[in-house]
């Protein structure tokens, strides 16, 4: 057979393969994120309605939980976004990053220490490019949240790195938060807004 003819045909076998793989290795990917985040969550709410634990424990040992759960300095530079970002020196990267997490894992944490006696209602998972977005309500005393986990696969396994309540984008509202505090002020307003304590 022509070398050509052979390596033309060895392609297309290649990229038919690809076709026939992909729904197989896309729903193992939207498999994992669901396992990923349903096993976080059961453990969080265990800690929640664990009744021999005082609520400082209960504090430390989410916190545990949830931090590797979020890629926090991937949401930290996407909260500042392009405009602002690659301005920024390394120490001013490093004290705005501390504290957005600080900020953003205790507004997360406010949000799911709301709910004790909560049910989650898992969507079905959709792959969006290569991300995976897991739409979830938190339901609780006649109470009704909805949350849209977005999610990645990290080297170190799957991270969330935006989260949607009520529709709207955590990230985008940080962003949007934070460009009207640099149009009318410095960098360091923004750090000294970030240091105060957030409204439960």
Known sequence: MDIKKWVKIAGLYVVMGLFVLNPLVLAESQNGAEDFLKAKLAAVFEVLQNK??????????????????????????????RKHWPGLTTENKDRFTELFIKRLRRSYLNKLTAYTDEKIIYG?????KNKIHIPTD???????????????????????????????????????????????????????????????
């Open 52 to 81: 021999d634990l005082e609520e400082q424990t209960k504090q430390s040992q989410i916190e545990e939980i949830v931090t590797p759960m979020f890629d926090f300095p991937l949401m930290a530079k996407l909260s500042l976004g």
């Open 124 to 128: 079905s998972a959709v792959a969006v």
């Open 138 to 200: 938190l339901v609780s005393t006649g109470k009704k949240i909805s949350m849209l986990y977005k999610l990645y696969a990290s080297k170190s396994g799957w991270r969330i790195y935006d989260i949607e309540i009520q529709g709207v984008s955590i990230i985008r509202s940080y962003r949007s938060q934070f460009a009207e505090i640099l149009k009318n002020g410095t960098f360091d307003d923004l750090l000294e807004k970030l240091e105060k304590p957030i409204a439960n």
